[in-house]
C-alpha cells in the first residue's frame, strides 16, 4: 500500500496533465482508516498534499475538506515526531495554497451578510441534499480523531455561503476549511480508541494544532478577504465562539494562541467585530487580569498583549470611542486604566500566590502600560496637528476644494464603511451614558430611589409598563434589588410587577422551562409574602397562557414553590438528606383540582432539577432554605445566591486550589456568554473611527486620576531606575495633555505632585536621597513648563 501511495503521488507532481478526481482523494484517505503505521501516515500526508495542491487541481469541497481532516486526524493520532512535523507542514501548506488561489469579485465583497433569520428560510427553502447526488456528495467516511464528520455539514455550510452570491470552488475551499478549523478548536473530540489518561493528554494536541492554523490563516488571508463578508460572517459566529471558550483555558500554549488570534481580529477586524470585541474582551481578558485566581502566567501574557494596544493611539482612542461613548456598550477604556492603575499600585500583590519577582515584574509592566497610554494620547494630538497644517494648507491652495475635517488620520477605500465622528453627538451619548450608569448604580443600592432618579432626569417613564420594560431589558440591574422591588406592598411597586408578569410570555412552554425563565430574570426576595405574591401572579400568568396543561392556577402555583423547594434540597450542600423522586411525587399529589398529576411528568421534573438547579441570568445559582411561619402552615423559601467565590489568602497561595477555583470562576463566567455572543453577533453596529483631537480631552479627565495616583505611589516607592523613568515620562505626557487642552485643575495637580519630588528635604524615602534622581526630576518639571518641551 505505501508503494502505491508513492507511486500515485509521484504520477501527481510529475504528469501535469492528470488531473486528482474525489475518488482518488476518498481512496488515499481510506488507507489510513485501514492501517495507522508511521510510513503509510507519511506517504498519506505527501499523496494528500500533491493532489490537494498542484495547480490543475479542482476538488470540490468534500474531497478538500476530507483530505484536510485526514491530515489533521493523523497528526493527533500519531506519537512520532516525524509524521507530526510532516502533517503540521502539509496542513499548513495547503491552507496557504488555498488562501492564495482566492479571487472575490467587488460586487461580492459589497453583498450585504444575511441575518441568521434569513438563512433559516434559505435552509428551510433549500431541504435536504437528495442521496443521488452523486460524486459531489460522496457517503461520510468514518470520522478520525477529529470526533465528527463534517460531510453531514456541508451541504448547510455551502447554503449559507453561497446564498451571498455565486462563489468560485477554490473561494469555497478556503472558506469550509477556515470554518472546519473554527470547529476543531473548539469542538475537538479523541477517536474512541483514545480513553482516559490518552485521551486527555491529546485534547489540547488537537487544540493546539487547530489555533495555530488559524494564526496562520489570519495572517494570511488577502485584503479582498479579510473584508469579504462570508469569512467575517464565520469569524463571528465561529471564530469568536472559539476564543471565548479556550480564551479561559489553564494550558499556557492554547491560552497564548487565542490571545495572540484574538489581538490579531482587534488590530485588523474591529471595524466588523465591535460587540463580539466587547464581550470577549471584558468576560474573559480583563476579568482574567482583574481575578486573584489566575496565574502569573496567563496575567503576565494579557500584559505583554495590552502592551501593544496601549501604545497604538489609533486603537485606544478607538476604543474610548466605541465603547465609552456607546449607550449599548460597556467601558473598555476606563475599566482597562481602573484594572493596570491596580496592577500598577500592587493592590493585587497579595492575592496572586507569585514570587516577590513575578509581583514587582506584573507592577512594572503595569506602570509601563499605563505611561504607553498617556503617550499614545499625546501622539495622537501631535498627529492630529499635524494632518490638520496638511488639510490647511491643501485648502489655501484650493478654495474649491471639499472641505477637509480637521485631525482626519487615516484614509480608508472605498469597501469600508464607517460612522462620520461626530464629536457633538458623541459627547452627549457620553455625558447620558455615565447619568444611565450613576441611576443603575443608586437603583443597586436603592431601588425606588433609582427609579425616582431616573424618572426624575427623563429617562424612564412613570408608568408601569415601561419600568417592567426596563427591568427585563438591562443587564446590569442587581437581580436582588428587582426582586425587592417586585415583592414590596406598595401599590405602584405592585403595579410593576403585574406589568412585569405579563410582559412575559409563557404560550406554548412547558412548566418546568417557564418558571427557569420567569425565575431567571430576579432574584426571589427573603419574605414569604413577597415570595408569595410573587408566585402567585406566575401561575395566573402561566395558566393564562396555557389553560390546558393543569384544571386551575393553584396547581402551577402549588407546583411552582414545590420545585423551588425540591432545587433547595437537591443542591444545598448543607441538606444532608436529600428529597428522593418518590418522595416528590408524593407530596404532589391531589394538587390539580384532587387529582393527581401524571407521575411521568413529575419524575421529568426531578430528573432536570437534579441535573441542573434553577439559576438566574448571568449564572447565578438558586440556593433556597425553607423557613415555616409562627402557625406551622405557610412556608416561604429564603433565597441565596452563589455567584461570586469567596477567596482566603490559604486558598490563594495553594496552587492547585486556585486552580480549581479558577476553573469554576470561568465556567461561571461563561455559561451565559455563548448565547449572548451569538445573538450580539445579528444586532447592527455602527463603528466609528476616531479623527477628532477632542477625544483625548475627555478620555484623560475620567482617567487622570488614576494615572496620577498610580504615577505617584510608584515614584515614591521604587528604587529602580528604570521605574522612575516611566513614572518621569508619564508626568511628562500627562502634563503635556493638561496644558493643550486647558485644563486647569488636571495640570495643576500634575505639577504639584511632580514637585513634591524635587527636594532631598521633605521626603525619607530611600529614592528621594539620591541626587540623580532629584535632578530628573526638576529637569522633567522645567521640561513641561507651560507645556512645552525644552530638553
Known amino acids: 500500500m505505501v508503494e502505491a501511495l508513492d507511486c500515485l503521488q509521484k ?48 476538488l470540490t469541497s468534500g474531497s478538500v475538506l476530507r483530505a484536510f481532516q485526514t491530515c489533521f486526524d493523523i497528526f493527533v493520532a500519531s506519537k512520532s515526531a516525524s509524521v507530526q512535523t510532516a502533517a503540521k507542514a502539509t496542513l499548513t501548506q495547503i491552507l496557504s495554497s488555498l488562501l492564495d488561489k482566492v479571487k472575490i469579485e ?66 469555497l475551499n478556503a472558506l469550509l476549511v477556515f470554518r472546519l478549523l473554527c470547529l476543531l478548536s473548539f469542538n475537538h473530540v479523541q477517536d474512541a480508541q483514545w480513553t482516559g489518561s490518552e485521551a486527555k493528554m491529546q485534547q489540547p494536541h488537537g487544540k493546539i494544532l487547530s489555533l495555530e492554523l488559524l494564526l496562520v490563516a489570519l495572517g494570511h488571508c488577502t485584503p479582498a478577504l479579510s473584508i469579504f463578508p462570508p469569512f467575517v460572517d464565520s469569524i463571528k459566529k465561529h471564530l469568536c465562539i472559539s476564543l471565548l471558550r479556550n480564551g479561559t483555558s489553564q494550558n ?67 476604543l474610548h470611542v ?60 501631535r498627529l492630529c496637528e499635524e494632518k490638520y497644517s496638511e488639510s490647511t494648507a491643501v485648502t489655501s491652495v484650493s478654495e474649491t476644494a471639499p472641505a477637509v475635517t480637521p485631525c482626519t488620520l487615516k484614509k480608508h477605500d472605498d469597501h469600508e464603511h464607517f460612522t462620520v465622528d461626530d464629536l457633538e453627538s458623541m459627547e452627549t451619548r457620553r455625558k447620558t451614558k455615565e447619568l444611565i450608569e450613576r441611576c443603575i448604580r443608586e437603583f443597586n443600592s436603592s431601588p425606588k430611589e433609582g427609579l425616582r432618579l431616573m424618572q426624575n432626569k427623563g429617562l424612564l417613564g412613570e408608568d408601569a409598563c415601561s419600568v417592567a420594560r426596563f427591568l427585563l431589558g438591562e443587564d446590569r440591574l442587581d437581580k436582588a434589588m428587582i426582586g425587592e422591588l417586585l415583592g414590596d406592598h406598595e401599590d405602584y411597586c405592585r403595579e410593576i410587577m403585574l406589568a412585569f408578569v405579563d410582559s412575559l410570555d409563557f404560550s406554548g412552554m412547558d412548566f418546568l422551562p417557564a418558571l427557569r425563565h420567569f425565575l431567571g430574570n430576579f432574584r426571589l426576595p427573603g419574605e414569604a409574602q413577597k415570595i408569595d405574591r410573587l408566585m402567585e401572579k406566575f401561575a395566573a400568568r402561566y395558566y393564562e397562557n396555557n389553560r390546558d396543561v393543569f384544571a386551575h392556577a393553584d396547581t402551577a402555583y402549588v407546583l411552582a414553590f414545590s420545585v423551588i423547594i425540591l432545587a433547595t434540597d437537591l443542591h444545598n450542600k ?24 401524571p407521575r411521568d411528568f413529575l419524575e421529568n421534573i426531578y430528573d432536570s432539577i437534579a441535573a441542573e438547579g434553577i439559576r438566574t441570568k448571568g449564572g447565578r445559582f438558586l440556593d433556597t432554605r425553607i423557613t415555616y411561619s409562627a402557625s406551622g402552615t405557610a412556608f416561604a423559601p429564603v433565597v441565596a445566591y452563589r455567584h461570586f467565590i469567596i477567596f482566603t489568602v490559604l486558598e490563594l497561595t495553594n496552587e492547585k486550589t486556585r486552580n480549581l477555583l479558577y476553573r469554576k470562576q470561568m465556567e461561571r463566567a461563561l455559561e451565559a456568554l455563548s448565547d449572548t455572543l451569538l445573538e450580539r453577533s445579528q444586532a447592527p453596529s455602527e463603528f466609528i473611527t476616531a479623527t477628532r483631537v477632542e477625544h483625548v480631552k475627555v478620555m484623560f479627565s475620567a482617567t487622570w486620576a488614576v494615572f496620577l495616583a498610580s504615577i505617584s505611589i510608584a515614584l515614591s516607592t521604587t528604587t529602580h531606575k528604570n521605574t522612575w523613568k516611566l513614572c518621569l515620562g508619564s508626568f511628562k505626557s500627562a502634563i503635556h495633555i493638561g496644558c493643550f487642552f486647558g485644563m486647569e485643575l488636571e495640570r495643576g495637580a500634575c505639577v504639584s505632585s511632580l514637585a513634591k519630588f524635587t527636594t532631598l528635604l521633605s521626603s525619607d ?5 539620591e541626587k540623580q534622581v532629584v535632578i530628573t526630576t526638576v529637569k522633567a518639571l522645567l521640561c513641561t513648563s507651560h507645556g512645552v518641551l525644552l530638553f
Open 252 to 318: 499556557t500554549f492554547i491560552f497564548k494562541l487565542s490571545l495572540s488570534i484574538f489581538m490579531l481580529l482587534l488590530g485588523n477586524f474591529r471595524r466588523f467585530l465591535k460587540p463580539q470585541i466587547e464581550i470577549i474582551f471584558k468576560n474573559v481578558f480583563l476579568l482574567i487580569l482583574e481575578s486573584p485566581t489566575s496565574s502569573f502566567r496567563h496575567k503576565w501574557l494579557i500584559l505583554q498583549a495590552l502592551a501593544s494596544i496601549c501604545g497604538d493611539p489609533q486603537m485606544i482612542v478607538d
Open 322 to 381: 466605541n465603547y465609552d461613548c456607546d449607550l449599548s456598550m460597556d467601558n473598555i477604556f476606563i475599566r482597562l486604566v481602573g484594572d493596570l492603575g491596580k496592577l500598577a499600585q500592587g493592590r493585587q500583590s497579595s492575592e496572586l500566590g507569585a514570587t516577590p519577582r513575578e509581583e514587582k515584574d506584573l507592577k512594572f509592566t503595569g506602570l509601563a502600560c499605563l505611561k504607553a497610554i498617556l503617550g499614545s494620547m499625546s501622539e495622537w494630538i
Open 574 to 597: 448543607n441538606v444532608k438528606r436529600k428529597m428522593t423522586k418518590d418522595e416528590f411525587v408524593r407530596n404532589n399529589r391531589g394538587i390539580n383540582d384532587q387529582k393527581d398529576l
Open 106 to 171: 467587488d460586487k461580492l465583497v459589497e453583498s450585504k451578510i444575511p441575518t441568521s433569520s434569513e438563512l433559516k428560510d434559505l435552509n428551510a427553502d433549500a431541504g435536504e441534499i437528495p442521496e443521488e447526488a452523486g460524486a459531489s456528495s460522496p457517503s461520510p467516511a468514518p470520522s478520525g480523531s477529529s470526533g465528527f464528520s463534517i460531510l453531514a455539514c456541508l451541504s448547510q455550510w455551502e447554503q449559507e455561503l453561497q446564498c451571498r452570491g455565486p462563489v468560485d470552488q477554490t473561494t
Open 11 to 58: 504520477i501527481f507532481a510529475w504528469n501535469s496533465s492528470l488531473i486528482p478526481t474525489e475518488d482518488v482523494v476518498y481512496t488515499i484517505c481510506d488507507c489510513w482508516l485501514e492501517e495507522r503505521t508511521e510510513p503509510l501516515s507519511l506517504q498519506v500526508v505527501k499523496a494528500l498534499l500533491t493532489a490537494v495542491t498542484c495547480a490543475q487541481s479542482q
Open 765 to 769: 524615602t530611600p529614592l528621594m536621597e
